[in-house]
Nanobody
Framework: QVQLVESGGGLVQAGGSLRLSCTASGRTLSSYAMGWFRQAPGKERDFVAGISRSGTSKTYADSVKGRFTISRDGAKNTVYLQMNSLKSEDTAVYYC?????????????????????WGQGTQVTVSS
């Protein structure tokens, strides 16, 4: 059974950094476009960042551009989200997701309905 597992969340002060990781059991992530989403209490799940199957194309929500970086390491079967200059409004549960549908090496996806498999989420709390 394929599972995505996020890690790296925690409590950090505003201005600090965290790196989230997403690994998979039972499947090689290098075949799929991947994404990170987040959901704050009482709010909808929002797109944060997406990366293409090849890793060459990346897209970001405007709210995180210049602060967050998505990357992937095929050898480690892991996708990362480096988060710098964190703000209190970044506080949320962060989810990693995989797009299993047909894709080329360069497309990224920003809508949750385009993703087929989700992790359980990891909490990020930024204190001001």
């Amino acid at each position: 059974q394929v599972q995505l597992v996020e890690s790296g969340g925690g409590l950090v002060q505003a201005g600090g950094s965290l790196r989230l990781s997403c690994t998979a059991s039972g499947r090689t992530l290098s075949s799929y476009a991947m994404g990170w989403f987040r959901q704050a209490p009482g709010k909808e799940r929002d797109f944060v960042a997406g990366i293409s199957r090849s890793g060459t194309s990346k897209t970001y929500a405007d709210s995180v551009k210049g602060r967050f970086t998505i990357s992937r390491d095929g050898a480690k079967n892991t996708v990362y989200l480096q988060m710098n200059s964190l703000k209190s409004e970044d506080t949320a549960v962060y989810y990693c997701a995989a797009h299993f549908g047909p894709t080329d090496y360069y497309s990224t996806y920003a809508r949750s309905r385009e993703y087929d498999l989700w992790g359980q989420g990891t909490q990020v709390t930024v204190s001001s």
